[in-house]
């Protein structure tokens, strides 16, 4: 049985990306920072679908842990998600150091520390897959956000050197930009329907693109063009616009 | 984020402040620290009984904890929908003890109002079904309770419209079945004296139901189809079934893509769409096997079927009357042939002995009709509620969103003792709905 591992598992997308893999018959481990909190959704996974789920201790931003960790998963997953994340708050983190550490650290620095160490066992294996579920935050700089978008603009480009990397030992790296997704991390934000997806609908993507071992995924055809226009648009003007 | 809500009939719609929890301390820290918070599942009560200031969308507690396949025992979190729940028993041979008309509602909708089903008259209301419940109370404890633990909690929590807390798990026994296919019969019945009949000679049928016409007149007042079923057995499948007989053969769904113009719905056009559903059985008996899914929720079907009743929404009227008060169910769909207002969806069926605190069915004839929202209704369905009161009858509450205080409080006996225990449990009133300011449930 393939097995998926699912870093941050505790998100209404990774809780969605779960249960796509488990209804394929993959196997899932289960990884946050507060384990037994996954109880319900291991317990929910193993009776819907009758596959094997396991929840872990994980920690993104406590890098020391993160070799002992991987090394302690019941079975090498096959396929790994990095699914964690936080968008904090914006105006708190331009006074607040910690408020951006956290931000960095979340959407970063961990993310860096834990694929670190799998895509070095990915590629000794010489096969698996990695999954990093990035933001369009990350493809221009806007007021708004910058503090997140430049952590997840350096996940973005550290999946493409992964990717790049890792091309000929056989380990696929995919890059996922969900654009606005509804999910608890966004409840109390009005997003537009149009742009906006469901949860589900970032599984059934990630999954679909998974299969075809895509590079880059944009859930929502729209981000695409719009994230190109917004890169498109020069730097003298850009900077007078309210983003 | 405010959110812009309303309930399957559409009437009324609320601004309303909603948040969605997975995490049971997350949850617990925010009913401590809000006020006037509902809980709420998937939308499908018709009136405003999960609507308030501060919702709590149920809708992420969506797991299903256990499954005991031997014993027929399945524990989920409050916001599972029971379409999910019978995709997963099914195929394993078994079925859910009691289902209302539509799967789409949640584990902890079926409790709040304590759902009732085609057999009501066999196997009771939800309530019977349960084994055990979690609640959050007021104080933001989780109480464990049951028929035989903190029962002034449990019999008020079903039925009970969500005012004593958060339904957070629900542990049920489930029906065994042999097959995902049901043994049907229709009959038609040319007046209500002979549906009511019926009903008595089809008794011993475990699901009963039927459709009333309810604008015709003279020697047809009260036309109508009875529906009667029993869980097919192997043995009733044909070959190609008997293959798979836990398995239903897939298929495509309609949706309604936007609300209809009102002007559609008129006595014209109900008139023919009964004249339709009443002349498509030419026989006066029909027997067949049918997959369970177009026999317990035919309106499932055809998704969002509440837009037909345009942007002004709804109400469904649904109420029971005890047995010995026929008279009343034909004075009430006099009234309603005389007012010319009939609804598409008239369902009669008789209700078993119930005795609960507060849920809604009692030993009877019950009856659900559907008028679109329009001036003079609720003037209509006042003098309604008076015949009803007349004959010793009650309204269902998760159908309610217009009935007048002292129809309440005059209908249901223990009005009195739901509203202490409710104040036990609900100090203050933390759990607020527009329903129970308007029928001073939370007093």
């Known amino acids: ?44 996974l193993q ?11 994980f920690d993104a931003t406590d890098y020391s842990t993160h070799a002992a960790f991987f090394a302690g998963l019941p079975t090498m997953p096959d396929i790994t998600v990095c699914a964690f994340g936080y968008l904090g708050d914006q105006e708190l983190a331009q006074r607040d150091w910690q408020e951006a550490a956290t931000i960095i650290h979340s959407n970063y620095t961990g993310a860096v520390s834990v694929l670190n160490i799998i895509a070095e066992s990915y590629e000794a294996r010489g096969k698996g897959m990695i999954i990093g579920i990035s933001s369009v935050a990350g493809e221009r700089g806007r007021q708004s956000n910058y503090i997140y978008g430049s952590a997840k603009a350096g996940f973005t480009a550290y999946l493409s050197g992964l990717r790049n990397r890792l091309f000929r030992s056989g380990v696929h790296v995919m890059s996922v930009q969900p654009g606005f997704v509804n999910t608890r991390m966004t409840q109390h934000l009005n997003l537009p329907p149009l742009l906006t997806a469901q949860p589900d609908q970032v599984a059934n993507a990630v999954f679909k693109a ?22 498109m648009i020069p730097e003298g003007i850009f900077k007078k616009l309210k983003l | 984020m405010q959110k812009r809500l309303a309930n ?3 009437y009324p719609a609320i601004t309303s402040e909603e948040n969605a929890f997975t995490q049971e301390q997350q949850l617990r820290d925010f009913v401590v620290s809000n006020h006037q918070l509902i ?16 919702s709590i969308s149920m809708l992420k507690y969506d797991k299903i904890l256990s499954f005991d396949e031997q014993n027929g025992f399945l524990e989920t979190q409050a916001g599972v929908t029971l379409d999910q729940i019978l995709d997963i028993i099914v195929p394993k041979g078994w079925f859910l003890p009691v289902t209302p008309g539509t799967k789409f509602i949640t584990v902890g909708g079926a409790v709040a109002s304590d759902v009732h089903g085609k057999n009501h008259h066999v196997d009771g209301a939800f309530s019977g079904h349960i084994t055990e419940m979690d609640v959050i109370t007021g104080d933001g404890e989780t109480v464990t309770c049951s028929q035989g633990r903190h029962t002034d909690l449990f019999w008020a929590t079903c039925g009970g419209m969500g005012l004593t807390g958060v339904i957070t798990r629900v542990k049920f026994d489930l029906k065994k079945i042999e097959t995902a296919y049901i043994k049907q019969k229709q009959l038609k019945a040319r007046n209500l004296e002979e549906v009511i009949r019926l009903f008595d000679e089809y008794k011993h049928y475990t699901y009963s139901m039927a459709w009333i ?26 070959p190609k079934q008997q293959e798979a007989p836990l398995k239903l053969p897939a298929k495509p769904r309609l949706t309604v893509p936007f609300n209809l ?44 079927w509440n837009r037909g009743y345009g942007k002004a929404g709804f109400i469904q009227y649904q109420f029971v009357l005890p047995l010995e ?21 008239a369902v009669l069926k008789v209700f078993g002995h119930q005795d609960s605190l507060i849920s809604f069915p009692m030993e009877g004839y019950t009856l659900a009709l559907d008028f679109p929202v329009r001036k003079g209704l609720f003037e209509f369905l006042d003098e309604l509620d008076e015949i009803v009161l007349q004959y010793g009858g009650r309204l269902y509450l998760s159908k309610d969103a217009r009935m007048k205080q002292d129809v309440f409080w005059k209908s249901y006996p223990n009005a009195n003792r739901f509203a202490d225990i409710v104040k036990t449990y609900n100090p203050g009133k933390r759990f607020e709905s527009l329903q129970s300011e308007r029928l001073l449930l939370t007093k």
């Not at chain 1, 505790?10 to 996954?38: C, E, T």
């Open chain 1, 1 to 44: 049985m393939p097995t998926v591992l699912l870093l941050g598992a505790g998100s209404d997308m990774a809780v969605a990306i779960a249960r796509k893999f488990a209804a394929a018959h993959y196997d899932i481990q289960l990884a946050a920072r507060k384990a037994a909190a996954l109880q319900p959704l291991q317990q929910d």
């Open chain 1, 47 to 57: 009776v819907r679908y009758g596959i094997t789920a396991t929840t872990h201790d």
């Open chain 1, 210 to 231: 998974a299969q075809r071992s895509r590079n880059v995924l944009y859930v929502k055809w729209p981000w695409k063009y719009i994230m190109l226009i917004i890169k």
């Open chain 2, 8 to 10: 399957w009939g559409n």
């Open chain 2, 39 to 54: 809980a709420r599942g998937n939308g499908r009560c018709y009136g405003d009984a999960s609507l308030g200031k501060h």
């Open chain 2, 213 to 238: 016409d309810c604008l015709q007149k003279g020697d047809s007042f009260g036309r109508s189809i009875l529906i009667v079923g029993e869980h097919a057995t192997k043995a009733d499948l044909n």
């Open chain 2, 261 to 304: 113009p009102s002007f559609i719905l008129n006595t014209f056009t109900v008139k023919a769409f009964n004249w339709l559903y009443y002349g498509k059985n030419f026989k006066k008996e029909i027997n067949n096997v049918v997959p369970y899914e177009p026999f317990f929720y035919p309106l499932d079907a055809i998704l969002h």
């Open chain 2, 325 to 345: 008060h026929k008279a009343g169910l034909v004075a009430i769909l006099q009234r309603i042939s005389e007012k010319g207002w009939g609804s598409f969806l």
